[in-house]
């Protein structure tokens, strides 16, 4: 069975139509988890000054800002930096654990309503945020040096979150298999992954040139446009999953 882009992108357009009010409700219920954690945790907000008022184009690198900054304010940096991403994991594992049982739900019926399965899901979800946690430090290492090896690495990545859920396999695993079946379809696979990054950069970009009276509001908006990308694109690689899972099965 050829698998092709253009049928996957004609199948999760389908799937966004038909379903789109769960898949909403994921998107917000994520979206506010995440800046719920930020106003928690974010509660110093002086850090944030440090950048609005250096002009970071001046510098080659991040590396270079940082040298710029006093002790209390790389320590500052070092904590606003944690919590982001703390916060920000926690938003996507619920998006990616909610949305990937959902789907499952409709295609393993009988698995998911399994008294095994249900007593599994907290296990799941610490899965799932342990996976996301090595993916962001990989990816954001790979961006770090050059733009292409965090790209790549994503791409090489993508579908472990899936093969997670879908398989129960541990994360090693998950991550293995990810890195061969994305190495054998790499054309099917990098083009939604280049498609994402371009819609999520063509949000950030709105969001720069438009102003918001409510922080919160904006941030909150922001989460919303990018998490209902990202929805798109996980349903878009379990389709993907499905159908090779299918095709492989019946070979």
Known sequence: MHITANSLYHDTINFLRKKKIIVCIIVLF????TVTLDNILN???????I???????????IFDFIKTLTLS?????????????????????????ILEIFIKSLSFKNQILSLEFKKNIPYLFIN???LMFIITTVVQLGFVFLVVPGIIAFVFFSLSPIILVCDNKTIIQSIFSSFKITFQNF???????MLWILFKLVVLMLF????IVSESFALFLLNVMINFI????????FRFYMLFSSSRNLN
């Open 73 to 97: 304010q790389q320590k500052k940096l070092l904590f606003y930096s944690m919590m982001k991403l703390f916060s920000s994991l926690v938003g996507t594992t619920v998006l990616i654990g």
């Open 230 to 237: 990202s929805a798109a694109l996980i349903i878009y690689l």
């Open 30 to 33: 994520a979206s506010s988890i």
């Open 187 to 193: 054309k099917t696979i990098f083009p939604a992954i």
């Open 51 to 61: 950048f609005y008022e250096s002009k970071m184009h001046q510098y080659y690198s």
């Open 208 to 211: 720069l040139n438009i102003k």
């Open 43 to 49: 509660t110093n907000s002086d850090i944030l000054k």
């Open 128 to 130: 799932i945020f342990i």
